[in-house]
Every structure is written in structure tokens, then in C-alpha cells.
């Protein structure tokens, strides 16, 4: 009886199985089916190279050599953390200054004009989408036209920066400043997304809290110290930590600009890397041991990111 | 103003002039409206006060000119300006507040001050938002952002003026920003040209077989011989982010109902493994990929592109998609089930349509992604597959550098960009987070 019932009301189902049991099968068939082709691909084009380079960073190997790989164990890592540690290390503290600069400066900016935008306005909406334009360019592109900007004698740069140009500071060509200009650039692109960030954290704070203080009698900074800036912290935690993993990875923006000069005062881990791997000797060995370190730093900090994430969404 | 050579002017006079009568006619109509007069004398008013402090901090930074040459730094004279025209508006305003008499007409304030009833509260549902201090300091917040808005704008909007300048123009120290308009740039980016001796140019001349395009390059002397590089290069860009967007975008869709309906065994690890393969610089997954390309024949190839966009982008379409699938109720699936549908009808006509919307701001994210890529494509191609990112700055190798060319060629690939920003704005953080965290 009740089999005929259900063949009545679905009259695809005309199999013999009860049909919830059927659905449940075909449920976890699909799953596999809707997640098999990802993970193939993933496993193809991710997890095989990340073994086939840790294979590599074992082995002295160049790919544009005639010689196969030759097994020498840990003496490319030996390399980079002792015997030339210093030109390496040089990498890792350009990344890390310039990842402190541009970090602190757009946690400023990016905070300071989420405050500003809190409120909304006639047009606010409008403005900040324009405020947001430079997050979305192309870095490379972004890096060649301040290229442009940055020239001492073409571009506007320093006619912005002194009213009167008389020996207009070499951006790019100056070992302190060439850091300055990425930074400037970094800042430029990446303050709407810390000012983004901060918007969401700011409107989702709850207005009765304010209202308690004010009724305390609360003042202002006492307001926002209390208040606004443990709320927003979350958020600013994701801030750092996305563009510190970020700043691992700068590369587009640097070789778009600098390409790590003058000298090698730019150059920053990725660019490094990048020279390595395939420019002059096609250290692949090496560069793979180098790649392993990198991955490693990334993967502690992206776990950190992924933490913070899952806290934010949740809370 | 066209063929008359003027060069860049003192900005920050013309800027501060701008952003000094933006704060008086936003603030001072707020004080003139509650007072009962009709906020345009407000804006009058207030344009006035701005006007006059823009004047102020003009003439101040002319006197502070012997500071500057005793410290060898201008940057102080201006910074000097700045905070006393500041502080001289701020006094105007303040004076302005004051001294404005309330009004003496039949207005509602008068109204209410003749004992009548109390005055409408018009503009605002809070209380404190009533209070003149408060809207007049939302005036000066609202004057600052778009100051600073129209500052960050800059160097974009001076890609597109170099983009339309002739080469002198765009090489002319010190710059220039007024200038003839010209499409030489253009013109320049998309084909390829030869140097033609006088003789030739006046044979070219006589001829009346020429387009518009041939016309402006035999102005600087040269004739058109074929189309550029650039072309082909955007084609290719076209070709490879739109066919990874489709198929990232797919695949992500089928993994993310997976992932968000089913119980999937290892599901949290497989989700971090998904995510962790996009934190990673791209040249660390590249020097495994190219050997495998050269073994593989995928080397400069449009098919190895598409392959290794998809793989990247995939990771983050199944992140931002199970973040707007999860928000579909389960219920309405179920409901599907019970009236007959089966798994694959009701992610079709169910959950597909109710998606529609992530499913959209998914695609521009991927597609702005693969448009964007520089590294991957400039270490695995050289020339067939080769895409615009890498190809525009390897136009600054070849001699002359051609600035208005390689603003041209910048311009055309960001307007797209550019474009999808706006359309985009209420999922950019979304996008920009992995689908984590939605804007307010």
C-alpha cells in the first residue's frame, strides 16, 4: 500500500527499494561525485608539485643543466640557514620591514577612514567604492604607472610633495627610499581593504553600548578605547595577518616598480625566489629548499589567518 | 586650452582652495537651518568663509616661502598653511554660528519660541543627531573622505590623461596637466610602425587611401606596417581567464553544495587544504609546475594557463560559494525532496536560482583574478600564451619608452576592472576574505 503511494506521488522513483533508503545512497553518491573532479584537480596541480619540489629542494638540480638531480640530502637547506645565511637573511628583512611599514600605515589609514566613513552621508556609498578602486588593480600595472608617478623629472610625485621642485628626491634609484616607494604603493592599494574591514567591525557593534556609556557619563576616548577599538579588534587581527601573508608574497607590485633594485635593497623574498629559481643559473634546488622555508613560515601564519577567521564568523 | 602649454599647477593651492569651500557650504547650511534660515544662504555663506580661508592658506604659503628656503623644505611651509587656514575656518565657522541672529519669520523655531508647538524634527530619527554640533562635525568628516577619496583617485585618473598625450607631452618636465588631447598613444599601443624619411611622409601625404589611425602616426612621422603585439596579448588574457572563471566556478559549485549538505568525511582538513594552496607566493608552486609543463608539453601553452588558473581559483570559489549556499535554507531543498524532485533537480532548480547572486559576484572575483595574474604567466609563457600583465611592462624594455603607449595599454585593461568594482561593491569584502566576513 504504501509502496504504491510513493510510486504515485513520484512517479520517477519507480524502483523497488524504499525510496528514503535510495535517496540516502544517491546523497552520498553525489557528494563524491560534486567533489571528486576539485580534489583531482587540486591534487594534480597543488599537492603534486608541492612533493615533486620537496624532492627537489633535497637535490642539486638545474633545470636548464644537462646533469639529472643528484641526491646531496640537507645541503641546500644548510646553505641558505648557514654557510649564506647572510645574503638570504638580507631577503627576509627586507620583507620584514617593508611588511611593517605598509602593515602599520594602512592598519592607520585604512582604521582612520573607516571612523571617518562610519556615519553615512549623502553619497558615502559612491565614495567609498572609489576609495576601493586601487585594491582591485592589476599590482603590476599599478607598480608601472607610479613607476611613472615616481620619476623625478616626468612624474608628479614630487611636485606634490614640495611646492617647488628644486632637487627632486630619485624614488626608485635611492637605497632608503626604494623601499619607501613600495611602501607608498602598498599603502595606496591596500588601505580601502584594512578601511573595509574596520567599516564591517564598526557597523556591527551594537549602538546600546555607546548608549550605556554616554548615560555613565563616559567621554569620547574613553568611548573609543573601551568600546570601539575592542570590538574592531578581531578585525584588525585579520587585517595584519592577511597582508603580513601578503607581504610573503610581494612580487607583482615589486617587480612592477623596482624589480628589487637598486641594488638588491628591494628585493624581497618572493623577488629573490623568483631571481633564483629562473634568472641566471636556474638554481632549481636551491630555490625549492628556499620555497620550503617560505611555505613553512606561510603555513604557520595562514593556520593563525584561518583561526581568526572561523573566531570572526562565528563571534 | 588646447595647444597653450601650462604646467602642473600648484596643486595643493588649487586642492586646499577646493576642500576648504566643500567643508564651509557642507558645515555652515547646518547652522543656518537650524536657525530657522534657509540652508542655500547657508551655502552661500559657508562657500564665502571656504573662499576665504582658500585665499588665506594661498597668501600664507607665498609669505611662509623664506621659511622654506631657510629649512630647504617646502614640505613645512605647506604643513604650516595647512593648520593655520584650518584653524582659520574652523574660527569663521564657530563666528558664523554664533552671530547668525535666529530667524525672525514664521518659521517652525520661531514658532515653537513664540510658545507654539514644538518645531518637527525633519532630518534625522536620533536625537543626537539633531544636535547642529553633531551634523556639522558629519559635514567635515563627509568634506575630509571625499578630499582624500579625490587624492587616492590621482594616479589612476593621471593613467588616463597619459594616455592621451602625445609623446612629448607625456615625457614633459615638469608634467603636464593640460594638454592636446591626442590618440597617438593608442594608436601606438595596438600596432606596430616604421620611421618614414621626409620623402616618404610626403608620398604618404598625396595618398588619400589612409584612416584616421594612419593619419596620427604620420604626424610623428611614421606609417602603420601591421597590428602589435598588445592585441593578441589582450585576446589571450580573454581567452585564459574566462575559460578558467567558467570552469573554476563550476567545479566550485558542485564542492561547495557538497561541502555545505552533505557529511563529508575530513571535511575541516579538506577545506584547509583547499584554502592553504592560495596563501602560498606563487613562484614556490611554479618551479614544480614548469618542470611538469616541459615534461608535459603544457609549457607556453593556453591549456597549462587555463589548468593552473582554475586549480587557484578553485580553492577560493568553494570557500566564497559554501559561505552564500550555507545561507540557503536547507528547508526549502527538503521540501523539493518530499514533492518528488530528485538531489540533482532541486540544486538545480532550487539552490541554483537562490544562489544566483553568489554564484555572480564568485565569477567577477575569478575572472578579475585570472585577468590580474602576473607571475604565472610570466614564468610559464613567453609568447603564444602569453597574457597582457606580464606584457605590458616588457614594453618599457624596447628603446624608447613609449609612456603613453604603456598608459594606454594599462588603461584598457583596468576600465574592465574598474567597471566590476562598482558592481561588485556589496561582496567585495566577501570576496576579499574568503567568503568570512560579510560587509555591514
Known sequence: MSQANAQALSPQSAAAAPPRQRRQTSDRAIAWLFITPTIVLLVVMNIFPLFYSLYLSFNDYSVIGSEPPKWVALDNYEKILTSERQRYWHNFTVTGRYALLSVGLQLILGFGLAMLLREKFRGSGLITTLILIPMMLSPVVVGLFWKLIFDPSKGFFNYLIYTNPRGGAEWLSDPTLGLWSIVIVDVWMWSPFVMLLCLSGLSAIPDYLYEAAAIDRASAWFQFRRITLPQVMPLLLIAVLFRTIEAFKAFDVVMGLTGGGPGDTTETVAVRLYSEAFLGKFRTGESSALAYIVLIIIIAISNLYIRALNRAREG | ?440
Open chain 2, 1 to 440: 586650452m588646447f595647444g597653450i602649454d601650462i604646467p602642473l599647477p600648484d596643486f595643493w593651492v588649487v586642492y586646499f582652495f577646493i576642500f576648504w569651500v566643500l567643508v564651509g557650504s557642507t558645515a555652515a547650511p547646518v547652522v543656518f537651518r537650524h536657525k530657522g534660515h534657509h540652508p542655500l544662504i547657508g551655502i552661500v555663506v559657508g562657500a564665502a568663509v571656504g573662499a576665504l580661508s582658500g585665499i588665506a592658506f594661498t597668501l600664507l604659503l607665498a609669505a611662509l616661502q623664506p621659511l622654506a628656503d631657510l629649512l630647504d623644505d617646502p614640505l613645512a611651509s605647506i604643513l604650516v598653511s595647512i593648520v593655520v587656514s584650518a584653524a582659520i575656518i574652523l574660527a569663521l565657522l564657530a563666528f558664523v554660528r554664533r552671530f547668525v541672529p535666529e530667524s525672525g519669520g514664521a518659521g517652525p523655531r520661531a514658532v515653537e519660541a513664540a510658545g507654539g508647538p514644538r518645531a518637527p524634527v525633519t532630518y534625522s530619527a536620533r536625537v543626537d543627531k539633531v544636535d547642529p554640533g553633531w551634523q556639522s562635525v558629519q559635514a567635515l568628516r563627509a568634506s575630509v573622505v571625499i578630499m582624500l577619496a579625490g587624492l587616492t583617485l590621482i594616479p589612476v585618473i593621471w593613467m588616463a590623461m597619459t594616455a592621451f598625450k602625445s609623446y612629448p607631452d607625456a615625457v614633459a618636465s615638469p608634467p603636464k596637466v593640460v594638454f592636446d588631447p591626442t590618440l597617438e598613444g593608442i594608436v601606438t599601443l595596438m600596432t606596430k610602425r616604421r620611421n618614414l624619411d621626409s620623402a616618404q611622409i610626403a608620398e604618404y601625404e598625396a595618398r588619400d587611401d589612409l584612416n584616421w589611425a594612419d593619419r596620427i602616426m604620420l604626424k610623428s612621422g611614421k606609417a602603420i606596417i601591421g597590428q602589435s603585439d598588445y592585441v593578441k596579448r589582450l585576446r589571450n588574457s580573454l581567452i585564459i581567464a574566462g575559460t578558467s572563471t567558467v570552469l573554476s566556478v563550476s567545479m566550485g559549485l558542485l564542492a561547495a553544495y557538497a561541502f555545505s549538505r552533505f557529511r563529508v568525511p575530513g571535511e575541516g582538513d579538506l577545506l584547509f587544504f583547499i584554502l592553504s594552496t592560495r596563501m602560498l607566493p606563487p613562484v614556490v608552486v611554479t618551479i614544480p609546475i614548469f618542470l611538469m609543463y616541459r615534461e608535459l608539453g603544457l609549457y607556453d601553452t593556453h591549456l597549462g594557463l587555463i589548468a593552473l588558473y582554475t586549480a587557484f581559483n578553485l580553492s577560493f570559489s568553494v570557500w566564497l560559494l559554501k559561505g552564500f549556499i550555507d545561507e540557503i535554507p536547507k528547508e526549502y531543498e527538503e521540501a523539493a525532496l518530499v514533492d518528488g524532485y530528485t538531489r540533482l533537480q532541486a540544486f538545480r532548480r532550487i539552490v541554483m536560482p537562490e544562489a544566483v547572486t553568489g554564484i555572480a559576484a564568485t565569477t567577477v572575483f575569478c575572472f578579475i583574478f585570472a585577468w590580474n595574474e602576473y607571475a604565472f604567466a610570466l614564468m610559464l609563457t613567453t609568447d603564444k600564451a602569453r597574457t597582457a600583465p606580464p606584457h605590458i611592462p616588457s614594453m618599457i624594455g624596447s628603446g624608447v619608452v613609449e609612456w603613453a603607449a604603456i598608459a594606454a595599454g594599462s588603461l584598457f585593461f583596468l576600465i574592465p576592472v574598474v567597471i566590476v568594482t562598482f558592481a561588485l561593491r556589496k561582496y567585495l569584502l566577501r570576496g576579499v576574505t574568503f567568503g568570512a566576513i560579510r560587509q555591514g
